[in-house]
């Protein structure tokens, strides 16, 4: 099953607009963490954001915050102001477990995000 | 400072043969793992090491092996390459003292025809 779901596949988003993408995840672990990563037409895999199961507060990395959701086991991405070099692909992924999966991510299929002038 | 450094960057091979992606880090990491990036699909775990001496298979391992004889490789052996094989592969890297974060390679291009 689908550990990670990702239901926008592309969006537009004008120049200096916020924007929204969706993730929802599934898992029955009390301990996991949540990852966004960009992945811009060069391909590389660039991390942004970071939020823990038991982190009581939403993450924020500059224009990049995460709406965490735990009830509905949602962890979406929030780019504010959208500039033209944030158009890309975004990953959201997910670590179940503690730290000694470290290196165990699960990855959504991406949402391709394009920014307008 | 390098990071994580993956060889080659392309590759085409035929059925059949067998290779090596190289990967090694200089961060000191503990952590190394190999993904395969697909077309429309994200990133699945292949291997992963939590350190040297130490791997364990991911979601798709058939068709690869790994080992981890040092803190700073992590070599990804394809023994018999097939098309299925496609595919881009990153190596990444992470452990105590990088919040959480993994550090991936610039990635391999490999094409199996």
């Known amino acids: 099953a689908q550990k990670i779901t990702q239901t926008q596949p592309g969006m537009f988003v004008q120049e200096k607009e916020a924007v929204t993408l969706d993730c929802t995840y599934d898992t029955s672990d009390q301990s996991y963490g949540l990852f966004w990563y960009k992945q811009p037409s060069s391909g590389e895999m660039i991390f942004l954001i970071y939020?823990?199961?038991?982190?009581?507060q939403n993450a924020t990395e500059g224009r990049y915050s995460l709406n965490f959701q735990k009830a509905r086991k949602s962890a979406n991405l929030v780019i504010s102001a959208s500039q033209l070099g944030d158009s890309a692909m975004y990953f959201c992924?997910?670590?179940?477990?503690?730290?000694?999966?470290?290196?165990?991510?699960?990855f959504g299929a991406g949402t391709q995000v394009v920014v307008t002038p | 400072n390098a990071g994580v450094t993956q060889t080659p960057k392309f590759q085409v091979l035929k059925t059949g043969q067998s290779m090596t992606l190289q990967c090694a880090q200089d961060?000191?990491?503990?952590?190394m793992s190999w993904y395969r990036q697909d077309p429309g699909m994200g990133l699945r775990l292949i291997h992963y090491s939590v350190g040297a001496g130490i791997t364990d298979q991911g979601e798709v391992p058939n068709g690869y092996n790994v080992s981890r004889s040092t803190t700073e490789d992590f070599p990804l052996r394809l023994l018999s390459a097939a098309p299925s094989q496609t595919s881009v592969y990153f190596c990444?890297?992470?452990?105590?003292?990088?919040?959480?974060?993994?550090?991936f390679g610039s990635g391999t291009q490999l094409s199996v025809l």
């Open positions: 992924a997910m670590r179940e477990g503690a730290t000694d999966s470290w290196g165990k991510l699960q």
């Open positions: 961060m000191n990491h503990e952590y």
């Open positions: 939020q823990g199961s038991y982190d009581e």
């Open positions: 990444a890297s992470g452990g105590p003292g990088t919040f959480e974060k993994l550090f």
